[in-house]
């Protein structure tokens, strides 16, 4: 039921796809890149909703780690996959050279290296406090913390780039609706320089 499209970009060889929106599904479209198309690295790149104050619509957050705020904690530390903490880290070397790519573009907003948080729900103004008292994120979304996780259990290195489509100044689903192709875009420009600038490391 997924389409995926096989190419380069910037000289790098992909597969993408539109996974669709919840965990699940973006679980299984990571997995299906892992083990049909043995990809050895996932980029994960769409739109969030903002938690943090600092952050204004068409920002984008680039993840150093994420979690799920809608999973009980000792479900991921006391069974499988037995992890240290609730948090999937994401990958260094990706994180570096993230930010050596927009340190070379211009973009639309502003770009923060953070924590996202996942769940099944689209945030507005419900359960925005609790999560914020519990996880401090920087942005909130429904898949990458799924994604993540497949990626954790491959082995598989991993970078979500996520562009604020809502916050608490501007939320609701009417807010994600207006600004998501927009955002879409964004997140989409600095995916793309992400690669270029991983295929000028991979020849340094």
């Known amino acids: 039921m997924l389409k995926f499209y096989e190419g380069q970009i910037c000289g790098v060889q992909v597969v993408a796809l539109f996974s669709g929106a919840c965990k699940v599904n973006a679980a299984i479209a990571a997995q299906i890149l892992i083990d049909s198309f043995g990809v050895d690295t996932v980029i994960n790149s769409g739109t969030a909703g903002g938690m943090s104050p600092k952050l204004k619509i068409f920002d984008t957050v680039i993840s150093t780690e ?85 990626c954790y259990v ?20 009417e807010n994600f609706e207006e600004n998501c192709v927009e955002a879409s875009m964004i997140a989409k420009d600095i995916t793309v320089a992400v690669l270029k600038k991983c295929c000028e490391s991979r020849k340094s």
């Open 66 to 150: 994420a979690c799920y705020h809608d999973v009980a904690p000792d479900i991921l530390t006391e069974f499988h996959p037995w992890m240290g903490s609730v948090f999937f880290e994401a990958d260094r070397e990706l994180i570096r050279i993230s930010k050596m790519a927009v340190k070379e573009m211009e973009t639309k907003g502003k770009v923060f290296w953070g924590r996202i948080v996942t769940g099944e729900a689209f945030i507005t103004d419900e359960g925005r406090e609790k999560i914020n008292d519990r996880f401090a994120p920087l942005a909130v979304d429904m898949e990458t913390a799924g994604i993540a996780h497949v």
């Open 154 to 173: 491959n082995k598989i290195p991993f970078l979500s780039i996520r562009c604020i489509t809502d916050t608490a100044e501007h939320s609701g689903i």
